[in-house]
């Protein structure tokens, strides 16, 4: 029906538009965007989620139907459209600013997820929790299950580093290995003045499950006055040896060990590393160094890895490579392209614009699932069909040809 306005000195009766008419208006406002609906005083604040509940559905049709494929390249990993799966918990004290740089191992078809966490005092702890599903957390501590204690301050001098936030010191970046019944985890042990050194501790898997967090006393496996970051062990003996990788470039260094208690923090690994080290510059300085544990593969060990492309200096990415199951200082395949590169908001909006950082990555159901951090911030998850990643890997990457 028409409604009639009668105006008190006029018999005159004015015709307003039908309100079918005055919907039909708004509507096509609403379709430019969100903010332009926002403005309009037609809109009601109902409408305005209605319509921005079916802009996120339509994203992510548009999004599953999409293979992000690089030319000439592997494919890249899809992002999960919930990303970021882990934010800041703004109540929390200890993980109230940055909740970023995961790790993860699977174990019975549950992937368990250690992150980095600082809050107002600082430091850098270690965070808790899990996922059935690989995407969305089933489980999630309310306080810290790892904190890294600063020894004491034998060293002289001040290094220049960028830690993302925790200038406190703590352990930072953590990479978590399963090897049979037991957990080892390795970090950045940063003590908040001037060592960068890497950290090593450890726990059996069944405290683990029942969150009894019985770390082993860490201990400091780098030598003191050297800046370093980025080393991981293998997931399995090789040769009946705990391995560990500590370099990518100039050189990939693997040490190995009949038992990793050898390292007791008087004997350190010598490795290449940042600084006043002539070798450094002679390789490839674009590469940073590994992002999560190797993970085997029938083609070889998968080594997924953080590189600055000269073209585009002042961004993070993922890159990946396979190395060889029994020698893995042999280079077996490499991709060309990144596989990952900050190009979302929650990627670019933190404490360090364009960082993609990965620790942790699993198999799950025949997927490759990727944990990484975005700006130093927060949390992510991306994935790819694994036979069709390796495939890809094979077929596009560079194929290294060694001399031996």
Known sequence: MVKKVIKKNKKKVVKVKPVKKVKKLVSS??????????KSKVSSRNKTIKVAKKKVIKNKKVLKKKKIVSKKGVKKLKRFVGNPIIHPARGMYWESRATFNPTAFINNGKIHVIYRAVGESDVSTLGYAASRDGYNLSERTFRPIFIHRNFSKSESGFVFYSSGGGWNGGAEDPRITKVDDKLYVTYTAFDGWGSVRIGLTSISLEDFLNKKWNWKEPVLISPPGEIH???SIFPEKIKGKYAIVHS???KILVDYFKNLDTLDGKKYIKSYFNGNNPVWDTGERTIRGIGPAPIKTKLGWLVLYHAMEKKDPNRY???AMILDLKDPTKVLFKSKNAVLEPDVFY???GYKSGVVYSCGAVIK???LFVYYGGADMVSCVATADLDLFLKDL??????????K
């Open 365 to 367: 159901d025949k997927n």
């Open 248 to 250: 990518l470039s100039p």
């Open 29 to 38: 406002k609403v379709k430019k965007t969100i903010s332009k609906l926002i």
């Open 347 to 349: 990627e670019n909006e």
């Open 317 to 319: 990415k993922l890159f």
């Open 394 to 403: 094979k077929t596009t990457g560079i194929v290294k040809l060694n001399k």
């Open 229 to 231: 970051k980025n080393w």
